[in-house]
């Protein structure tokens, strides 16, 4: 099956935004990017017509709710989104032999691993936000097996509400910044991604076994507080940065201490070289000016 039409879901979020940045890059495709309020992932009852209309030959869902904290009172809505929707969607493309992409996360594992995450090491997320999307993950390969899931981690863009744009903003408003140093991870650049996705939806389309779990994320490892000093001087700000521990910055949702991904599987997979995420994030803060 070759690929034209490609649907994009959540086409104002973060990944969304860097897709539809990187559309004219790749004239092949006529991409049809689907905002909140074109493709609302909260009515999976009307997704049925409306991919009956697009008739695409992939949808990328970008969509989710991500708000991390806010997830463990907004239990009901975060299901249907990061679940219910996404297993909905997985089905529907089956159904249409239509590729299906959708989005995971590092929050699936519980953090005590101290070696990178292989894309089947077993699930255990310690927060709501990381049940459901767990969830969404396993019932999407239940009912599609087809479906292509790429988890990913700490995400950042020039557009939207990440760590970065929040500790430009909080360092140039404050003199001292408290940032917790004792989770690691590995931050991605939401356009490496959006490029990796690409190239992984144009060689599933060319016929290539491309199905089921993988990870992305730039390389290398850091802490919150790390990736901090790095914006810093980036941006040659003077705030003062204080390492803190987790317990003495309390949140509604646990996280996950140690949730670094392994990547060898995507890189492999579609022959890629991954970016540093040093190097992405000065490309992302160069756009930012
Ligand atoms: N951000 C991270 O650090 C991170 C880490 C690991 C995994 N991920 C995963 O990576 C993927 C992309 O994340 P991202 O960083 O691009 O997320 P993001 O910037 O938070 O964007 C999410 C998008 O989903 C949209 N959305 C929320 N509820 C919706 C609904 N009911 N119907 C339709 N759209 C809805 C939002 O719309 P509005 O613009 O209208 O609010 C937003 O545009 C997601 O699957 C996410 O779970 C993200």
């Not at 292509?148 to 939207?160: A, L, N, Q, Y």
Request: aromatic letters at 10%; hydrophobic letters at 45%; charged letters at 20%.
């Amino acid at each position: 099956m070759s690929t034209k039409k490609i649907v994009v879901t959540g086409a104002n979020g973060q990944l969304g935004w860097e897709l539809t940045q990187l559309s004219a890059s790749y004239p092949m495709y006529e991409f049809i990017f689907a905002d909140r309020s074109m493709f609302d992932l909260s009515k999976p009852e009307l997704f049925e017509s409306l991919i009956q209309q697009w008739a695409p030959q992939a949808i990328i869902n970008t969509a989710a709710y991500t708000a991390v904290d806010k997830a463990e009172t907004e239990q009901a809505l975060a299901n249907l989104i990061n679940t219910t929707a996404v297993a909905e969607l997985a089905r529907i493309a089956g159904a249409n032999d239509i590729l299906f992409l959708t989005f995971s996360t590092d929050y699936v594992f519980n953090g005590n691993a101290t070696s990178p995450y292989l894309t089947d090491t077993i699930i255990d997320p310690v927060n709501f936000y990381g049940t459901t999307k767990a969830q969404g993950e396993l019932l999407a390969l239940a009912v599609n097996p087809n479906t292509i899931i790429i988890r990913t981690s700490w995400v950042f863009s020039s557009h939207g509400n990440n760590f970065v744009k929040t500790m430009m903003r909080l360092m140039k408003e404050r003199i001292s910044l408290n940032v917790v140093s004792d989770q690691i991870g590995r931050p991605t650049y939401a356009k490496d991604l959006a490029i990796a996705t690409i190239k992984i939806i144009g060689e599933a389309s060319d016929g290539k076994k491309i199905k089921g779990v993988y990870h992305f994320a730039n390389k290398g490892v850091t802490s919150w507080f790390e990736f901090a000093q790095q914006i810093k001087k980036n941006a040659g700000l003077s705030c003062d940065l204080l390492p803190i521990n987790t317990a003495q910055f309390p949140t509604p949702a646990k996280r996950p201490a140690y949730s670094v991904l392994d990547t060898q599987k995507i890189e492999t997979a579609i022959n890629i070289d991954i970016p540093s995420w040093e190097e992405s994030l000065l490309a992302c803060q160069k756009m930012l000016g």
